[in-house]
C-alpha cells in the first residue's frame, strides 16, 4: 500500500498537494486524493505484522467471512479461521502457513475422514509459493497478503474523497476509484524491486481469477495508514466482493505449526498412494 519516497515526491508536487495561505497565515497541508492513497501505500512497507478481518463473496466459494493474523518479518506466518458460509457445516476451517508449509484443519470431520488425523500439510514450494493456493478453494484466500492488496488503489487514475467515517471507532477519510491490473502495473515501475515483487504477487492471483478490473473503496485513519479497504471485480466464474477490516499494525504475532500427531502430510499420501 505504498509508493517509494522519490516517486511519493514527485506525486504530491505534480498533483498539488497544497498549503493554503490566507492573510499571512498559514494552514496545514491538505493531501489530495491520490496522494493521501499514495502515503497510506508507502506506510505498508514499513508494517511488519497485522491481524484483520475479511467478509464478502469469492468466486466459486460464495460468501466467506474470516478472522486473521499475519507476521511477515522476520519470516511469513498466518493464522485464519474462515467460513465458507454457502457451505454448511463443511464449511468452516482453520489455515495456518508456517515454516514454509500450509496446514488446513477440519476438526473431527476432517478426522473421521483420515485416520484420526485433523490436520493435512500442504508444502508451499510444492504448491508453488504464494500463488500456489489459488485452487485450494477458500483456503486460496489464506496466502493472500491484503496489506498489499490495499495498495492497489495507488494505480487508480479517478480516486476521490468520498467523505469522513467512523470505521471500529477510527475516524478516516473514504476514498474510491477504479483500477485496471495493467495500470497498476504501470504504477509498479516507478517502485522499488521489492516492492515490485510483493505486489506482482497479487496481481498474479487475481489475473487467474479472470479479473482485470476493480472498484476499490479506502478507509484511511489519522495515522496515514489503511483501516478499512474493499474490492469489488468480476471473475470468470462469478463475482468477487470483499471487506477488509485492520485490528492492528506491529503487534507481535506468534504461530505455531499444529501437533506433529494430529497432521497428515500430503506428500507422504501421495507417496503411499503411488508405492501402493
Known sequence: MRAGRVGLAVLLLGTGAVACSNG?????????????????AKKVESITSFSYRMTGKVPEEGRVKA???MRLKPDLAMSMKITALDKGADGTAEIRL??????????????????GKSWIKFDMAALGGAAGAGGLGAAGQADKNPAQESTFLTGSKDVKEVGTETVDGVETTHYQGTVTLDQFREHLKSQSKATREQREKSLEQYEKLGIDKFTMDMWIGKDQRPKQFRMRGAADKGPLDMMVTFDGFNVPVNIAAPPAKDVADLAEMMKGAQEG
Do not use: L
Open 24 to 40: 499571512g497565515s498559514e494552514e496545514s497541508p491538505k493531501m489530495t486524493p491520490a496522494a493521501a492513497v499514495a502515503t497510506a
Open 67 to 69: 478472522e486473521a493474523k
Open 98 to 115: 508456517v515454516d514454509k508449509a500450509m496446514f488446513i484443519g477440519g476438526g473431527a470431520a476432517a478426522a473421521k475422514e483420515m485416520d
